[in-house]
């Protein structure tokens, strides 16, 4: 198994840009989520999804969109890149038997100029 | 939103050394996870715990959940290098709701000194 896999893992956006950050499990879970990493402020919640078709607003939502069209995708969009979203993104997954123990990606550092 | 207190923010320990972190809250949390992360990667689960009171051991890594429900505790026995990295506890707020939902702490920075 791969596990948790994120694409790309560094990228340079202009402000007004956009552009989807890739994520994929092949651990057939239903829980996704995306967090932010910023220096000082630990995780944060982006969105989530407990399952194909379903997601929901985290903690810091605005800017961002996501979709859930099968098990194994959850890819993030940035609409209209803004340099307070540069940061480190990561996506997890999760299990329904065990859906807070979280398995994390490699990261995505991303930097909005 | 839930707020978790990670203390200490960093520390520097001498080899061998044991270390002793902590994650505090004002509200009651179902379950308490402890995560670890190295340089240019994504946090690692260490440890899960979802009982007031238990205590759980994964090598030299032992957690406990709080008997308050407020609280986490997180020791490493006689450290090594590689402890080196960032150490997050994450909590989920009890909401009745069965929410999905984690509150992460800002993590406490592990230096080991050879």
């Known amino acids: 198994n791969a596990g948790v896999t994120q694409t790309p893992k560094f990228q340079v956006l202009k402000t007004g840009q956009s552009m989807t950050l890739q994520c994929a499990q092949d651990m057939n879970h239903e829980y996704m989520s995306w967090y932010r990493q910023d220096p000082g402020m630990g995780l944060r919640l982006i969105h989530y999804?407990?399952?194909?078709?379903?997601?929901d607003q985290g903690e810091v939502p605005n800017g961002y969109n996501v979709s859930r069209s099968t098990t194994e995708d959850f890819p993030l969009r940035l609409l209209s890149a803004a340099p307070s979203q540069t940061s480190v993104y990561f996506c997890?997954?999760?299990?329904?038997?065990?859906?807070?123990?979280?398995?994390f990606g490699p990261g995505t550092r991303l930097t909005v100029t | 939103g839930q707020q978790l207190n990670q203390s200490p923010q960093s520390m520097f320990i001498q080899e061998g050394e044991d270390v002793s972190m902590n994650c505090t809250s004002s509200s009651i949390f179902n379950t308490w996870l402890w995560y670890k992360q190295d340089p240019g990667e994504g946090p690692v689960l260490l440890i899960a715990?979802?009982?007031?009171?238990e205590l759980t051991s994964n090598g030299r890594l032992t957690a406990q959940f709080g008997i308050t429900r407020k609280d986490s505790f997180l020791n490493i026995s006689a450290s090594i290098p590689s402890d080196v990295g960032i150490y997050f506890c994450a909590g989920q707020p009890f909401t009745g709701a069965g929410s999905y939902q984690l509150t992460f702490g800002k993590g406490t920075k592990l230096s080991v000194i050879p």
């Open positions: 999804s407990v399952g194909a078709g379903i997601t």
């Open positions: 715990l979802y009982k007031a009171g």
């Open positions: 997890a997954s999760s299990g329904r038997g065990s859906k807070y123990e979280q398995y």
